[in-house]
T-cell receptor, first 117, second 112 residues
Framework: DTGVSQDPRHKITKRGQNVTFRCDPI?????LYWYRQTLGQGPEFLTY????????KSRLLSDRFSAERPKGSFSTLEIQRTEQGDSAMYLC???????????????FGPGTRLTVL | GDSVTQMEGPVTLSEEAFLTINCTYT??????LFWYVQYPGEGLQLLLK?????DKGSNKGFEATYRKETTSFHLEKGSVQVSDSAVYFC???????????FGKGTTLSVSS
C-alpha cells in the first residue's frame, strides 16, 4: 500500500506522560500536514511542512506540542505533559506540492487515536 | 477568518432517496472547495472538488456546484445507497498547498 500511514493507530496514556506519533507520507509528496479531530468536529489544522521546513503552525499548537520532519520524509508529532483535553484523533495528510489543481490533493492517513486518562 | 458551515445531522434516509447536505463558506478571495467522506473505521477520502465559481464537482453519483453568489457548495445525490452511510465534511482552502478548513461534518445514515 503506498498511502499515508500512521503509527500507532491507538495510544492510551496517563495524564502528564509524553507521547510521540509518526506519519509516513506518500513517497513523492513534499508537503505534510497534521490535523486534530475531536468527537463531533471536523479536523482542525495544526501545522504543515514543505520538505523539512515547518512553514505554518496553528494557534492550537501549544508549547507542549512539537513536530519535526528531519529529512523531509516521515514526520513525528510529540505531545509533552499530556492533558485530558489532548484526547483526540491526530490525522496526517500529504500532498504533492504547491501547485493548484488535482496534483495538490491532500491524502489522509487513518489517524492515531489518543486517549489521555 | 475563513470558515465552513454545514447543516447539522444526522441525516437519515431510505435507500434511493434524494440527498442534499448544505454547505456555506466564508472566505476572502476565491477559495477551492471540497467534499471529503469518512466511512466507518476509515480515513478521510476526497469525494469531489471545485476550484472556481460555477464549477461542478462530481464523483460516485455525488455532485456539488461552486456558487459564489450564495457562497455555497451543497452536496447532492439523486439516489442514495446503504453504502453511502458515512460522515461528510465540507472544506476549503484559500491557496493550494495550505491548510484545509473543515466544517463540523454531517452524518448520513441510509437504511434499506
Amino acid at each position: 500500500d503506498t498511502g499515508v500511514s500512521q503509527d500507532p493507530r491507538h495510544k492510551i496514556t496517563k495524564r502528564g506522560q509524553n507521547v510521540t506519533f509518526r506519519c509516513d507520507p506518500i513517497s513523492e509528496h513534499n508537503r505534510l500536514y497534521w490535523y486534530r479531530q475531536t468527537l463531533g468536529q471536523g479536523p482542525e489544522f495544526l501545522t504543515y511542512f514543505q520538505n523539512e521546513a515547518q512553514l505554518e503552525k496553528s494557534r492550537l499548537l501549544s508549547d507542549r506540542f512539537s513536530a519535526e520532519r528531519p529529512k523531509g520524509s516521515f514526520s513525528t508529532l510529540e505531545i509533552q505533559r499530556t492533558e485530558q483535553g489532548d484526547s483526540a484523533m491526530y490525522l496526517c495528510a500529504s500532498s504533492r506540492g504547491i501547485r493548484s489543481g488535482l496534483n495538490n490533493e491532500q491524502f489522509f492517513g487513518p489517524g492515531t487515536r489518543l486517549t489521555v486518562l | 477568518g475563513d470558515s465552513v458551515t454545514q447543516m447539522e445531522g444526522p441525516v437519515t434516509l431510505s435507500e434511493e432517496a434524494f440527498l442534499t447536505i448544505n454547505c456555506t463558506y466564508t472566505a476572502t478571495g476565491y477559495p477551492s472547495l471540497f467534499w471529503y467522506v469518512q466511512y466507518p473505521g476509515e480515513g478521510l477520502q476526497l469525494l469531489l472538488k471545485a476550484t472556481k465559481a460555477d464549477d461542478k464537482g462530481s464523483n460516485k453519483g455525488f455532485e456539488a456546484t461552486y456558487r459564489k453568489e450564495t457562497t455555497s457548495f451543497h452536496l447532492e445525490k439523486g439516489s442514495v445507497q446503504v453504502s453511502d452511510s458515512a460522515v461528510y465534511f465540507c472544506a476549503l482552502y484559500r491557496q493550494a498547498g495550505t491548510a484545509l478548513i473543515f466544517g463540523k461534518g454531517t452524518t448520513l445514515s441510509v437504511s434499506s
